[in-house]
């Protein structure tokens, strides 16, 4: 009987949509201590976020706890968790000193003695700060934290945490693995589904503060006033839960919408569109976060289809938004066809220059790699190098070059990489991370962007993993110094289970599963390798077409001698965009990391590298090895059926048969083409790949998820 009943716990059914805020109950050793200190809440319930932050307690304590809590509105003279803001609940008034420099969204948990009584505390200067401190106080429940030395001081360290969701009107998500848009925009503004509150939920949960609701591939009717109006009803739902509505603007709206014959920054009718444009937005949504914006990017207009530069073009934008508080984000992924350069610099070339023109309330967001998103890039030149302006970092959650929703890649590893790399710009120490929370330029403006993985699909990301990427963006945008890993234990933990046998091998697996699919892409600084258009799989061939800088061959640079792209001194010198101390270490063959060795220089087939094995030896054998990694997390997650809902755990083990296939698959393809390329025999012990490169070049996938339209 005791066997049946723990039998019925573990095969709980689940299919994802709860996250990691499932809030199943705690463990049994720790469930009595909580219900003891957390059985009374005294909470406030007269505003939005007030009653958001009572709900999700409500949730949240009745789950872990087995028992529904008593909330009341002022202190019931028994142990309780008291929350609040020095306003909303004054016996908090004595935290008033501490609260001065915590910050608007900062907040204070505690375990502490309050009128006689041992309580736990969680006070905020705003009901914002509250809500993230219950949040957090879930996480530490979920996790199985004591409570008894609970002692927490959290403030933000970037300003601005915004998904960037790169959603269409009609439904359809560019780049997208996830199912459609979670935005119906035909039923707004009338029906709001309940998914919209939980997605602000989930968000809240993470302290992301901000969605751009629409793809920087802008069409110009999401500022249409009737879009406007569905984009206000969403605002509205977000709003308790901190979550500020944004909008990508189509520089050409003007003309579009507007009936403008230019929309030149410069000319003051196009001036007068955009300022009317923006009141109107701030009338239907006062708390408007601004704008999104990518111009003269990849046939997108912009300000110099007119002559005008992206300063004078931000400009126009920001002047609009100014009254209203708005800030303008700004994208440097630009690259122009026209420009022989290589074009790993040209953002570099294009905005270091305009340091220092743009408007306070202007902030450039830069990719967290010169090119686009790769298993692997160096940090971006332009950290650190525009010290006038405020850069905000753009992540990509969805997966675009990592396997799409299929594999299991978890992303932390790779935005801790980009976050701590030291630009060197002031001297050791000047990381990613500083320039991006504005600390070493003492910039006021600060941001992180997170292109979303977000659809409709029951698992909102498109596999049990994927929302994993979600929940480490967020939980690195409040705070880029936490670990990876510490954040993958948490989420395991609150996603799958407690068991200390399913949590340290998921992390373990997790934690190699971004290196692996560097190795079996796009391995030792390789990139941008994968087939043309919908970027599935392996197209290591691609070449001709409308512009170079769209095939593999261009990055590559194979032949009978050697491979990688030369931007060295010698080369293209895009090292030489970088800090002096980097751009020494880049430049040097012998110095430079080996990971990044063929992005940065061209060598011989023979190069000798620190294995003592020859390039080629090692290139074939990190292919392998990345593929025998995903062999590895199949065997680890057959080992936890039983330990791991049945429903969740198939479709994991579907997800990493296709992931081997497909990895295996890059392996091969591209085993079969460097060798068709340099005619060297296979390195001893490494299987033949079991067909042609013909074979691997001919394949076509018409209907591949996600392509660019
Ligand atoms: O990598 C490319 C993607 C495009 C995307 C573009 C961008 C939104 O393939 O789909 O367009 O980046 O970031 O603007």
């Given at each position: 009987?005791?066997?049946?009943?723990?039998?019925?716990?573990?095969?709980?059914?689940?299919?994802?949509?709860g996250?990691?805020?499932r809030y199943?109950q705690?463990?049994?050793?720790?469930?009595e201590?909580?219900?003891?200190?957390?059985?009374?809440?005294?909470?406030?319930?007269?505003?939005?976020?007030?009653?958001a932050?009572?709900?999700?307690?409500?949730?949240?304590l009745?789950?872990?706890?087995?028992?529904?809590?008593?909330f009341?509105?002022?202190?019931a003279g028994?142990?309780?968790?008291?929350?609040?803001?020095?306003d909303?609940s004054?016996?908090?008034?004595?935290?008033?000193p501490?609260?001065?420099?915590?910050?608007?969204?900062g907040?204070?948990l505690?375990?502490t003695?309050?009128g006689?009584?041992?309580?736990?505390?969680i006070?905020?200067?705003r009901?914002?700060?509250?809500?993230?401190?219950?949040?957090?106080?879930?996480?530490?429940?979920?996790?199985?934290?004591?409570?008894?030395?609970?002692?927490?001081?959290?403030?933000?360290?970037?300003?601005?945490?915004?998904?960037?969701?790169?959603?269409?009107?009609?439904?359809?998500?560019?780049?997208?693995?996830?199912?459609?848009?979670?935005w119906d925009?035909?039923?707004?503004p009338e029906?709001?589904?309940?998914?919209?509150?939980?997605?602000?939920?989930?968000n809240?949960s993470?302290?992301?503060?901000?969605?751009?609701?629409n793809?920087?591939?802008?069409?110009?009717?999401?500022l249409?006033?009737?879009?406007?109006?569905?984009a206000a009803?969403?605002?509205?739902?977000?709003?308790?839960?901190g979550?500020?509505?944004?909008?990508s603007a189509?520089?050409?709206?003007?003309?579009?919408?507007?009936?403008?014959?230019?929309?030149?920054?410069?000319?003051?009718?196009?001036?007068?569109?955009?300022r009317?444009k923006?009141?109107?937005?701030?009338a239907?949504?006062?708390?408007?976060?601004?704008?999104?914006?990518k111009?003269?990017?990849e046939g997108q207009?912009g300000?110099?289809?007119?002559g005008?530069?992206?300063?004078?073009g931000?400009?126009?934008?920001?002047?609009?938004l100014?009254?209203?508080?708005?800030?303008v984000?700004?994208?440097?992924?630009?690259?122009?066809?026209?420009?022989?350069?290589?074009?790993?610099?040209?953002?570099?070339?294009?905005?270091?220059?305009?340091?220092?023109?743009?408007?306070?309330?202007?902030m450039?967001?830069?990719?967290?790699?010169?090119i686009d998103f790769?298993p692997r890039?160096?940090?971006?030149?332009?950290?650190?190098?525009?010290?006038?302006?405020?850069?905000?970092m753009?992540f990509?959650?969805?997966?675009e070059?990592l396997?799409?929703?299929?594999h299991?890649?978890?992303?932390?590893?790779?935005?801790?990489?980009?976050?701590?790399?030291?630009t060197?710009?002031?001297g050791p120490?000047?990381?990613v991370?500083?320039?991006?929370?504005g600390?070493?330029?003492?910039?006021?403006?600060?941001?992180?962007?997170?292109?979303?993985?977000?659809?409709?699909?029951r698992?909102w990301?498109?596999?049990h993993?994927?929302?994993a990427?979600?929940?480490?963006?967020?939980?690195?945008?409040?705070?880029?110094?936490?670990?990876?890993r510490?954040i993958?234990?948490?989420w395991?933990?609150?996603?799958?289970?407690r068991?200390?046998?399913?949590?340290?091998?998921?992390?373990?697996?997790?934690m190699?599963?971004?290196e692996?699919?560097?190795d079996?892409?796009?391995p030792?600084?390789?990139?941008?390798?994968?087939?043309r258009g919908?970027h599935?799989?392996?197209?290591?061939?691609v070449?001709?077409?409308?512009?170079?800088?769209w095939?593999?061959?261009?990055?590559?640079?194979?032949?009978?001698h050697?491979?990688?792209?030369?931007?060295?001194?010698?080369?293209s010198?895009?090292?030489?965009q970088?800090?002096?101390?980097?751009?020494?270490?880049?430049?040097?063959?012998?110095q430079?990391?080996?990971?990044?060795?063929l992005?940065?220089?061209?060598?011989?087939w023979?190069?000798?590298?620190?294995?003592g094995?020859?390039?080629?030896t090692?290139?074939?054998?990190r292919?392998?090895?990345?593929?025998?990694?995903?062999?590895?997390?199949?065997?680890?997650?057959?080992?936890?059926?039983?330990?791991?809902?049945?429903?969740?755990?198939?479709?994991?083990a579907?997800?990493?048969?296709?992931?081997?296939?497909?990895?295996?698959w890059?392996?091969?393809?591209?085993?079969?083409?460097f060798?068709s390329?340099?005619?060297?025999?296979?390195?001893?012990g490494?299987?033949?790949?079991?067909?042609?490169?013909a074979?691997?070049?001919?394949?076509?996938?018409p209907?591949a998820?996600?392509?660019?339209?």
């Open positions: 009987m005791l066997a049946l009943v723990a039998c019925v716990s573990v095969a709980r059914a689940e299919d994802g949509y996250l990691w805020m199943v705690a463990d049994a050793s720790k469930v201590a909580y219900r003891a200190a957390l059985g009374d809440v005294v909470a406030p319930d007269r505003t939005p976020t007030q009653r932050a009572r709900d999700e307690l409500q949730r949240g009745a789950g872990l706890l087995g028992v529904q809590p008593r009341h509105t002022a202190p028994t142990a309780a968790l008291v929350l609040g803001t020095p909303s004054p016996s908090l008034v004595i935290f008033q501490e609260l001065e420099d915590i910050g608007e969204e907040y204070l505690r375990q003695q309050l006689g009584q041992t309580v736990v505390v006070a905020a200067r009901d914002i700060g509250v809500l993230y401190g219950v949040f957090h106080l879930l996480r530490l429940l979920q996790t199985g934290a004591a409570l008894s030395d609970l002692d927490v001081r959290e403030t933000p360290r970037m300003k601005l945490r915004v998904l960037n969701h790169w959603d269409n009107l009609d439904g359809y998500v560019e780049r997208g693995y996830a199912g459609g848009s979670l925009w035909h039923t707004l029906w709001l589904d309940p998914r919209y509150t939980d997605y602000a939920r989930a809240a993470l302290g992301i503060n901000g969605a751009v609701l793809n920087v591939n802008a069409n110009a009717v999401s249409s006033s009737a879009y406007l109006r569905k009803a969403l605002a509205d739902v977000f709003r308790p839960y979550v500020r509505v944004y909008l189509r520089f050409s709206a003007p003309m579009e919408l507007g009936g403008l014959a230019t929309a030149d920054p410069l000319d003051p009718g196009v001036q007068r569109w955009w009317g923006a009141d109107e937005i701030h239907l949504i006062p708390d408007f976060g601004g704008f999104l914006v111009a003269n990017s207009p300000p110099q289809d007119y005008r530069s992206h300063a004078d931000a400009n126009l934008l920001a002047d609009a100014a009254p209203h508080g708005g800030v984000m700004w994208r440097a992924f630009v690259y122009a066809h026209d420009v022989p350069e290589d074009r790993a610099k040209q953002a570099y070339n294009e905005f270091v220059g305009l340091d220092g023109a743009f408007r306070d309330n202007v450039v967001q830069v990719k967290n790699g010169p790769q890039e160096p940090f971006h030149p332009l950290f650190g190098a525009m010290p006038r302006t405020p850069l905000m753009e990509q959650i969805t997966k070059y396997g799409f929703a299929t299991l890649v978890y992303l932390g590893p790779l935005y801790e990489e980009v976050l701590r790399a030291d060197h710009v002031r120490g000047s990381t991370a500083r320039v991006v929370d600390s070493l330029d003492a910039h006021a403006l600060s941001g992180v962007a997170g292109v979303a993985n977000i659809g409709d699909d698992t990301s498109g596999s993993f994927d929302p990427n979600w929940y480490a963006f967020g939980r690195l945008a409040w705070n880029p110094d936490q670990s990876a510490d993958a234990t948490d395991v933990t609150m996603t799958f289970s068991a200390p046998d399913v949590v340290a091998p998921v992390v373990a697996m997790m190699g599963s971004r692996a699919a560097v079996y892409m796009t030792l600084g390789l990139h941008h390798l994968m087939a919908h599935y799989g392996p197209g290591p061939w070449a001709g077409g409308p512009r170079a800088d095939t593999s061959v261009y990055y590559h640079r194979a032949d009978r050697g491979i990688g792209f030369d931007r060295t001194t010698r080369g010198d895009g090292v030489s970088y800090a002096p101390a980097v751009a020494r270490t880049f430049d040097d063959v012998g430079v990391p080996e990971n990044l060795l992005w940065f220089h061209h060598v011989p023979q190069h000798r590298m620190r294995s094995q020859t390039l080629w090692e290139l074939v054998h292919y392998g090895r990345g593929a025998g990694y995903v062999e590895a997390m199949q065997s680890t997650w057959g080992g936890l059926r039983g330990k791991v809902d049945e429903p969740r755990h198939r479709h994991v579907a997800f990493l048969r296709i992931q081997r296939d497909e990895a295996q890059w392996r091969d393809a591209s085993v079969a083409y060798q390329i340099n005619g060297l025999p296979l390195p001893a490494e299987t033949p790949p079991p067909h042609p490169r074979y691997y070049q001919a394949l076509q996938f209907y998820p996600g392509d660019g339209r």
